[in-house]
C-alpha cells in the first residue's frame, strides 16, 4: 500500500506539469501553438445623429497607426477589403504586454483620398506629430469621406486571448447643398452664381482640431438647375411631363463639400451672383448651421455628428435674399433676412 501511494505522489506533479505545459502563456513550447497575444480591435462609427453604428456601411478604407505608451511609433496596419463591411469584423494586433495609443483614420489608404498625411508616421515619431491636410485640388471637389478616431489600451501581461478594444471615429467631412428660388417662381439656374465657403480648416492635427493659417476656399463641386416637379433631385433626367407641368419651378443649386466644420473658424458661405456681381448672401456658416440644433447635445458636437445640409433660399427680384431655410435629417429652420454676424 505504501508503494502504491508513492507512485501516485510521484504522477500527480507530473500530471500538473503536463497540464501547466498546455495552458501556459508564459512558457514557450516548440510543439506547441503559441498562445493569442495583443488587442481585438472594433471600429465603430457611431458619433452621428442616429448614434447608430455607420462604419460597416461608409467607411471604404481604414489606417491603424499603433503606438507606445511614450507615443513613440511602432507600426501601421492598413485594411481595404470587404472585411471593413463587417459588423462582426475584428482587427487582431500581436502586442506584447503594456500600454498603447492607436490612431485611426477612414479613407486616406483609398484611391479617392482627399486627404494625406502632412508627414508619414514611421521609426522615431510621435503621434502628436500627426497631421492630415487637404490634398492639392481637392477644394472644389466632393471630397472623399474621411473619418479620425484614436483610444488608450493596455495589453496585461496575464491575458490568455487577444484584449477586445473599440476605437470610436468621427466624421470630418461635411456636404452642403444651397438650393436658390425665386419669389416669383421665376426660373434660377446655379450656373448664374457662384458658391463658395471660406474656411481655414484644410490642415488637421492629431486630435482633429483644425490647425490655424491654412484658409481654402471649397468651390461648388457641382451647380446647376433642376425642376420641383422632379422631387428636387438635380441627377433626374427633364422629361416632358415636368416641363409642361403649371406647378413647375425651375430652381437653381450648388453642391459643395468641406472638410471639419468647426465654431473656432469662421467657416463662411458665399454665393455671389454673377449677373449683378453681388454678393446675394455672405454669413457665417456653422452660426447658422447650429440653429437646427434640436438635440441634446453642444453646437460643437452637432456640427460632428452631422456631415448634411440644405440651405434653402427664397430671393426677390433683384436676388436679394428674403428667407432662409435650413434643414437637417428632417428638421427645418426658418430664418428671415438678419444682419447675423
Avoid at 477586445?164 to 417662381?185: A, D, E, H, W
Wanted: hydrophobic content about 35%.
Amino acid at each position: 500500500m505504501a508503494g502504491f501511494f508513492s507512485t501516485i505522489n510521484k504522477v500527480i506533479p507530473l500530471m500538473t506539469c503536463a497540464m501547466f505545459t498546455l495552458t501556459s502563456c508564459g512558457v514557450i513550447y516548440d510543439d506547441l501553438e503559441p498562445c493569442n497575444g495583443g488587442a481585438k480591435m472594433r471600429f465603430v462609427y457611431d458619433y452621428n445623429l442616429e448614434s447608430a453604428n455607420a462604419f460597416p456601411a461608409q467607411v471604404d478604407c481604414l489606417t491603424l497607426h499603433i503606438y507606445d505608451a511614450d507615443g513613440n511609433f511602432i507600426r501601421t496596419i492598413t485594411e481595404e477589403s470587404s472585411v471593413l463591411a463587417d459588423e462582426n469584423w475584428r482587427m487582431e494586433i500581436n502586442l506584447d504586454p503594456g500600454k498603447y495609443h492607436a490612431v485611426a483614420y477612414g479613407g486616406i489608404a483609398c484611391e479617392k483620398a482627399s486627404f494625406a498625411h502632412a508627414l508619414t508616421p514611421g521609426t522615431g515619431s510621435n503621434y502628436q506629430n500627426i497631421s492630415m491636410q487637404l490634398k492639392p485640388g481637392e477644394a472644389g471637389k466632393k471630397l472623399h469621406d474621411h473619418f479620425h478616431g484614436a483610444v488608450d489600451f493596455e495589453i496585461n501581461g496575464d491575458a490568455l486571448d487577444y484584449t477586445p478594444v473599440t476605437l470610436r471615429m468621427t466624421k470630418t467631412t461635411n456636404n452642403v447643398r444651397v438650393l436658390l428660388q425665386n419669389i416669383n417662381g421665376e426660373p434660377l439656374d446655379g450656373n448664374d452664381f457662384e458658391f463658395s465657403i471660406i474656411d481655414d480648416n484644410s490642415v488637421l492635427d492629431h486630435t482633429n482640431l483644425p490647425v490655424a493659417g491654412h484658409s481654402t476656399i471649397y468651390n461648388a463641386w457641382r451647380k446647376g438647375q433642376f425642376s420641383t416637379a422632379e422631387a428636387g433631385n438635380p441627377d433626374n433626367a427633364k422629361t416632358e411631363a415636368t416641363v409642361t407641368r403649371a406647378d413647375d419651378i425651375r430652381i437653381g443649386y450648388g453642391d459643395l463639400s468641406t472638410s471639419r466644420l468647426h465654431l473656432s473658424t469662421g467657416a463662411r458661405l458665399v454665393v455671389h451672383s454673377n449677373e449683378s456681381q453681388k454678393d446675394v448672401l455672405s454669413l457665417p456658416l456653422c452660426t447658422y448651421l447650429a440653429m437646427c440644433n434640436n438635440y441634446d447635445s453642444g453646437d460643437q458636437e452637432f456640427l460632428d455628428r452631422c456631415s448634411n445640409y440644405t440651405l434653402a433660399l427664397l430671393l426677390g427680384n433683384d436676388n436679394n435674399w428674403i428667407r432662409m431655410e435650413i434643414s437637417v435629417a428632417g428638421y427645418t429652420v426658418r430664418i428671415n433676412n438678419i444682419d447675423f454676424e
